[in-house]
């Protein structure tokens, strides 16, 4: 894939989730990034200016959606991603493209089974690289990503497990 000359111009939004602030930053073209504050001082989500993109009004409707049930986003489309990561024919675009598409909201997969699903068994630790740079957790659901041995594994450095266990409870609740 060729990557656009242009810069792009970015805008970000705040967003209160069940898990912490999340801060969402993208432009015309799609979402670049979201990263968890996990502060949870506030309970209900709230959006900041309402002279968003297009893109980054989807991908505000898409995470409210998620929150309040994470099998009603099978029916939205998923929003536009623009980061420059995943704009690459790299091993780790692959692999968060192939997470994204093929692992549905209450599943799970290991990073064997992930490497293997991209097309090269071998590449375990790759995979799990992969997941520490996801630009768009979430989106791209690297909290699905579990150990072979059914350990949930670590999220966000290890700082984050608990809200791998609530994001994976709150979709098996829906299913």
């Known amino acids: 894939m060729l990557l656009s000359r242009e810069p792009c111009v970015l805008q970000s939004v ?3 989730s069940p898990v912490g602030e999340l801060q969402v930053s993208g432009c015309e073209k799609g979402v670049h990034t979201i990263t968890i504050t ?3 001082t506030q309970s209900d989500i709230s959006v900041g200016p309402a002279g968003l993109n297009p893109e980054l009004q989807q991908c505000v409707k898409w995470l409210q959606s998620y929150f309040k049930s994470a099998e009603c986003v099978s029916s939205l489309p998923l929003p536009a991603l623009h980061h420059p990561l995943l704009q690459e024919d790299s091993f780790t675009a692959c692999v968060l493209r192939t997470l994204q598409t093929r692992v549905p909201s209450g ?4 990073y064997k089974q992930l490497a293997e699903m991209s097309g090269n068994p071998k590449a375990v630790r ?3 690289g ?3 740079r996801n630009p768009v957790p979430l989106i ?3 909290h699905r990503v579990v150990c072979s041995s059914g350990a949930s594994g670590r999220y966000m450095g290890g700082r984050g497990d608990y809200i791998k ?7 098996r609740q829906d299913h």
């Open 14 to 16: 705040s967003l209160w």
């Open 38 to 40: 996990m502060e949870t």
């Open 107 to 110: 599943q799970t997969v290991s």
């Open 126 to 128: 790759a995979v799990g």
């Open 130 to 132: 992969a997941m520490r």
């Open 140 to 142: 791209v659901p690297c």
């Open 165 to 171: 266990q609530w994001l994976l409870f709150h979709e």
